[in-house]
């Protein structure tokens, strides 16, 4: 059956986060931004006729702050009725603040000021997480929700993070992304994942899905800059997904055979990378997805 989807966004520094509501039979809100824009979507939802108190689901694609920040205060607001769902594989990002520290000291600590880094992301989470949860359920790959006569599948879509998972509205082929497909990246200017080959493969499988709708985590860009539209139909979808193949495909040419040098470039030791894919962003601003990526494929390398 067809399903009315709502877009909800709220900006947080240089970003748009975005969540969406499926208005099902049993209300449902996939992503939550941080705790400063959770505070805005019983508003939001208010406009659209409908009330938080009677949401019963929250789908988190993956455990990114951005994504996760506001689950535990709307959960709260929920009266405590709804279900947070959130892949086994992620679900400390949902249980500990400083998993989110962790996660950014392994990911860039060799390309930063470590300890600034330690620093910033945690105030950063003190700010952003509204409060530390255990999910009231785990899912993984080909499990199936039921929200009052609308099922929902789970896809796995690893790269982005270790856990990411995709919900896929069964019927009209809805797909929520999350940040699985990434395009040309968003504000920063770079696309960003932690395992590139599990990137590509997740990529591969969502476009062998078909998507009716693409549901995308932030205004991804293509190549010349443009956003693509957050929700996207069939031939859309295509496009951003396959946008994001070909970008990473780019990365991946440029690193293969490239040996890190340190430099004074603000992205050392990949000033020479940078420069052949057209990077001029601030890597050193958080979130950093330039030295994320560029550290999985390092990874790869290093343990092929």
């Not at 995308?216 to 295509?238: K, T």
């Amino acid at each position: 059956m067809a399903v009315d989807v709502h877009p909800i966004a709220a900006p947080w520094g240089r970003f748009a986060l975005l969540s969406f509501l499926i208005d099902a039979p049993e209300l449902a809100l996939v992503d939550t931004g941080v705790a400063a824009s959770a505070a805005a979507v019983p508003a939001e939802l208010e406009k659209l006729g409908r009330r938080i108190e009677d949401v019963r689901w929250i789908l988190l694609t993956h455990g990114h702050i951005d994504h996760v920040g506001g689950a535990h205060a709307l959960w709260e607001a929920t009266g405590r009725q709804a279900k947070v769902v959130i892949s086994q594989t992620d679900a400390h990002f949902l249980s500990s603040r400083r998993a989110h520290v962790e996660e950014a000291l392994a990911l860039r600590g060799d390309y930063m000021d470590a300890t600034a880094l330690e620093a910033e992301k945690s105030a950063e989470v003190l700010e952003a997480i509204s409060g530390e949860m255990t999910p009231s359920l785990t899912v993984a790959d080909g499990d199936v929700l039921d929200l009052g006569g609308v099922s929902v599948r789970i896809v796995a879509v690893p790269g982005h993070t270790p856990g990411a998972v995709a919900y896929v509205i069964e019927g009209p082929n809805d797909v929520f992304i999350g940040d699985a497909a990434q395009g040309y990246g968003a504000a920063s200017g770079f696309p960003g994942f932690e395992d590139p080959a599990a990137y590509r493969a997740s990529l591969q499988k969502v476009l062998a899905l078909e998507p009716g709708r693409l549901f995308l985590g932030h205004p991804y860009r293509r190549a010349d800059g443009s956003p693509f539209p957050v929700v996207l139909d069939a031939a859309g979808a295509r496009e951003a997904l396959e946008a994001s193949l070909a970008r990473e495909a780019e990365i991946r040419a440029a690193i293969t055979g490239f040996q890190p040098v340190e430099t004074d470039s603000r992205c050392s030791p990949f000033e020479q990378i940078a420069t052949e894919l057209g990077y001029g962003g601030d890597p050193t601003l958080e979130p950093s997805p330039f030295f994320t990526s560029l550290h999985g494929y390092r990874m790869l390398k290093e343990h092929s």
